[in-house]
């Protein structure tokens, strides 16, 4: 499955010190990326370049609903 279009990348994860696999970081990015979306009316769809402000913001809501969905 291919995801396109991420705010914050894998590698980018990781190198945050992010500790989730790729699929279930895949899966929780977008969920995160959506809601992003809501927040901001859409205004980051299609941007070229993502601001590191919003990918640290994703980092943060990525590690939040993981815990969230671990019970």
Not at 8 to 34: C, D, H, Q, W
Not at 42 to 66: D, G, H, S, Y
Request: aromatic share 10%; charged share 30%; glycine share 4%.
């Amino acid at each position: 499955m291919k995801f396109d279009n991420q705010y914050l990348k894998f590698v980018e994860y990781t190198e945050l010190g992010g500790k989730l696999s790729e699929m279930p970081f895949n899966i929780l990015e977008f969920e995160a990326r959506k809601l992003i979306d809501r927040r901001t009316q859409n205004r980051l769809v299609n941007v070229e370049e993502i601001p590191q402000e919003v990918k640290l913001c994703m980092f943060a809501l990525i590690n939040t609903i993981a815990k969230i969905h671990q019970g």
